[in-house]
Structure formats: C-alpha cells, structure tokens
C-alpha cells in the first residue's frame, strides 16, 4: 500500500513533462567581396607608328638651302603619344636650323625633342646652310618610344651628303633662304625694267609738251 503512491506519483510526473525543441538559428557569414586592384597598362604601341629622315634638297646655293624633313606619323589605333629625340651633327661651316631644334652642348650638334598623339601627324623641315663650297655629309640620329616607357626605344639614322655650290648668303640666319635670302635677278630683266622706266618718262613729258599756238595775220 506504501509503495503505489510512489510509483503513482512517478507516472503523473512524467506524464507532465513537455517536450520542447530548441530551434538553432543558422549563422550568415558575410564575406566581404576583395576588389582587385586593376594593373596598370604598359604603354606601348599596338601598331608600329611611322618616323622617317628623308632628304628634299641636297643642293646648297645662294637661293636655296639644303633641306631634311623629319617626318613622324602616330597611328590612331595606339592610345600612348610618340616621343622622339633626334639629334643633328654637322662639320664646321655647317649651321643647322627647324622648329624645335636648340643648339646642343657639343660644337657642331643640335638636337630637339618632339611629340605627336594618337591619330596625328609632324613634320619638321631642316634647313642646312653653309659658309663655303664644296661636299659635306651630315649625320642624323635618333631614338623614338612610346608615352615614358623609354625603355622600349628604336632607332632611326641618316647620313646624307650635301653639295655646296655656292656658300649661303646668311649662314647665320635661321630664317629659310628660299623665303627671305638674297636672290639676283638676271640681267634680262634688269634691261627690260630700264627701258619700260625711260619709255614712261618719255611718254609723260610728250604729254605736259603744251600745244602749238597758230597765229592768223588778216591782210586789208
């Protein structure tokens, strides 16, 4: 009688026991997306751009100067600009002048340093005079890159003979001779200048001749 209480108030007890279900909550892991810093481009060409020395004249006289262009063409597909440093060397008695050309530290050197962007084109005209006849030979050398990548230079050189026939008539003045020298006229048209001029004169002084005054004497 003592022992089914007990067992009696066991069965109540677990009949009231509840279940209960403990629900995890799941964790997010925010991962943070890393934003790769992009290389930088290397500058350089995608095609070939064009830089060339070609002689024009090679003959020096009293109306002419010697002349070289330097001729430079960026194609538009590149997105780097074109850099080239060209430098000229003469003998003595030669005297070199172009847009942007500066005389160098060396006796008988010039050098000048251009640009061209994408899509455009240069070109330098150098003029060469001399101070006395005879045959010379100047040299060109240079050396063109793409942006600041010096690095990734070509070269470009000329050596070209001149013939002097007759020295310049201002081998110290950088303006072109073709354009402001001293050029003689030949002696034809000096001889037709003179005549038209005393043709003029004579024409002129028949015209202020007064005319003849006719006197009629009337006889009674």
């Known amino acids: 009688m003592v022992v089914m209480p007990a067992i009696a108030q066991e069965n109540d007890t677990a009949a009231n026991v509840t279940n209960v279900t403990v629900t995890a909550t799941p964790v997010i892991e925010q ?3 890393e934003t790769a810093t992009p290389a930088p481009t290397e500058a350089k060409f995608r095609t070939g751009p064009t830089v060339t020395l070609r002689p024009v004249n090679d ?12 001729y430079m063409y960026n194609p538009s597909v590149n997105d780097v600009t074109l850099t080239a440093d060209v430098q000229v060397g003469v003998p003595s008695g030669i005297h070199v002048y172009g847009a942007g050309f500066g005389s160098g530290g060396a006796a008988g050197t010039v050098a000048g340093t251009f640009t061209v962007p994408p899509g455009a084109t240069r070109t330098i005209k150098i003029n060469i005079k001399a101070e006395r006849a005879g045959t010379v030979t100047v040299h060109f050398a240079g050396l063109y890159w793409p942006g600041d990548d010096k690095d990734a230079f070509q070269q470009i050189s000329l050596t070209h003979p001149l013939t002097v026939s007759e020295p310049s008539p201002n081998p110290t003045d950088p303006k072109p001779t073709a ?26 002084m028949m015209l202020r001749k007064p005319p003849k005054t006719e006197v009629v004497i009337e006889e009674e």
Do not use: N, R
């Not at 002419?64 to 262009?69: F, H, S, T």
């Not at 354009?179 to 005549?195: A, N």
């Open 59 to 70: 003959v020096i006289d009293k109306s002419q100067d010697g002349l070289v262009e330097l």
């Open 179 to 204: 354009e402001g020298g001293m050029k003689e006229l030949p002696y034809t048209y000096i001889i037709v200048g003179c005549l038209a001029v005393i043709a003029i004169v004579f024409i002129a």
């Open 31 to 33: 991962i943070a997306a």
